[in-house]
């Protein structure tokens, strides 16, 4: 029997039988009758070529240009060919939306040279469910749960893999599963799903810049999305008029994540921010230490030195999302000796450290960082860590566990190392007691790396260098840009690494800060040790090709 007169089976998501519905409906229109199977009549129909699916293999399907979110959803895949040629295969060559898509993509991936075909809708989504398969087999996903902890073996943990996706018969959560499980393959640090005027935009924080990914339209489809959220994160759907903030959990490929839920109400409806946070990237990343961590030398050098300190306070320092929790449990793995009782407070804790007494701040228990701190000096701590220092109670007791012989490691917001002591000051932190307690402080950025694959040549004009303050030498740099390509998403960025300011105190720092000294002073100080600023560090970056002048200015200031 002919493969076009086999109806779609009921295993088969709902989209599926739609499009497939709809185009032999197309091919019994058309005049003469046409004989043979539906992808014969779609090969002659386009004049594209029928695309072999049964050969193609997991390693040569391209998800970054063409998500499995998207591809699940529009009956679309990409393959990288040998020679550097993307195969395009699509199940409807009519749908213009799907074809103007594809090649926004390919334009924003720099491609030399594409290659068009078509397949059956059933046969796509027959080759979904075996990409799920192998890549089952990659992801390690074939031990299964058993092998994880009790406590992670609930019911409320959401599966998810491609098989799964595929199979579910409601759009709203395949959508929600799909879009989960392309942004944890994305590796990106938050989803955010925001309700407009014309229906739900959803947008990726990769590398820790916005990138937009798709747009299904239609209000009740963007308002049946955030409901299936709330859902999933136990938050009140009936609920729209003030913020909710949730968690759920997700499994994919035998690792556990979790993932923080806030909803805000909007203009358009409500929006919702999902921050992924990988609780077992120290497992996957072998051994997270200071080395791991991009720094240069010597600032590796200062952060082991303020680590190797008896007692005091250091504090690392930046906005949110800049890697200091990230740094902090750096120092500590390497500190982790077993001869020292250690002891982190944290909101919420982002990564699990064996032989580490770890403390999830809950607030709704009454469980702050204030009183878990105070309860964590009567445990007997040698080194304690401190997620963030966010009041003055809380900078208190850390300053006073410093100057009583504890090492206390602690994140604070502030712009550099000098806005520490004013956000400190403004703590009402006693400044005999901070110069006191304080060993050093560390302000660090993360920066986007210019991609591997993609990376050219770039001159920028003398007008370029000027306006960015670079200075005369900066003619014989480096410079680098990339092109865009499939690994970067089109964006000629791929990883970031961090740049660092240090300030380590001294007899005459000290003086300085508790006379209550004016920033230009303290600055003026620090110039003569050697101080390095964040747009010193990053211009570095620059004149070795590492990233690009423009990264270079969004992350630091040219007056800095």
Known sequence: ME??????????????????????????????????SLGAWLERASGMPLARLAQWHTDDVDTQ????????????????????????????????????????????????????SVA???????????LEVEMRALDGQGAGPAGLPDAERDADVIQLSLADISSDESPVVRFVNSTLYDALKARASDIHLECGAAGLAVKYRLDGVMQAITRPEGRDFAERVISRVKVLADLDIAERRVPQDGRLKLRLGGRSIDVRVSIMPSLHGEDAVLRILDRYQIAADQQLSIKHLSFSPTEAAFIRRMAAMPYGLF?????????????????????NTGLDKIITIEDPVEYQVPDILQIPVNEAKGLSFARGLRSILRHDPDKIMVGEMRDAETA?????????????????????????????????????????????????????????????????????????????????WNFMRGLGCAQCRGTGYRGRRAIAQTLALDVEL?????????????????????????????????ATGATTLEEANRVTAAEE
């Not at 059956?120 to 075996?130: G, H, N, T």
């Not at 200091?324 to 500190?335: A, C, D, I, N, S």
């Not at 004013?422 to 660090?444: E, K």
């Open 315 to 335: 504090l690392v320092t930046g906005p949110t999302g800049s890697g200091k929790t990230t740094t902090l449990y750096g120092v500590l793995t390497e500190v």
């Open 65 to 116: 240009l063409v998500p499995f979110a998207d591809g699940q959803r529009r009956l679309c895949a990409a393959l990288r060919l040998a020679d550097g040629v993307v195969e395009i295969v699509i199940a409807d060559p009519f749908d213009a939306a799907t074809r103007m898509w594809l090649e926004a993509r390919l334009r924003g991936g720099g491609r030399p040279a594409t290659h068009w």
């Open 3 to 36: 493969p076009s007169t086999l109806a779609p089976g009921p295993t088969l998501p709902s989209h599926v039988q739609s499009l497939s519905a709809a185009l032999q409906a197309r091919r019994a229109a058309a005049r003469p009758p046409v004989e043979g």
């Open 396 to 476: 208190q007791i850390a300053i006073q566990a410093a100057l009583t012989g504890h090492q206390v490691f602690a994140t604070v917001h502030a712009n550099n190392v000098f806005d520490v002591i004013g956000r400190l000051s403004t703590m009402q932190v006693d400044p005999y007691n901070l110069v006191s307690a304080l060993n050093g402080v560390l302000a660090q950025r993360l920066m986007r790396q210019v991609c591997d694959a993609c990376a050219a040549p770039e001159h920028p004009s003398a007008e370029q260098r000027e306006a960015a303050g670079l200075p005369a030498e900066s003619a014989g």
């Open 120 to 130: 059956e809708p059933e046969e796509l989504a027959a080759f979904f469910s075996r």
């Open 510 to 542: 000290r003086s300085l800060i508790a006379e209550r000294a004016s920033p230009a002073k303290l600055r003026e100080a620090a110039r003569a040790r050697g101080l390095q600023t964040l747009r010193d560090a990053a211009l570095a970056l620059v």
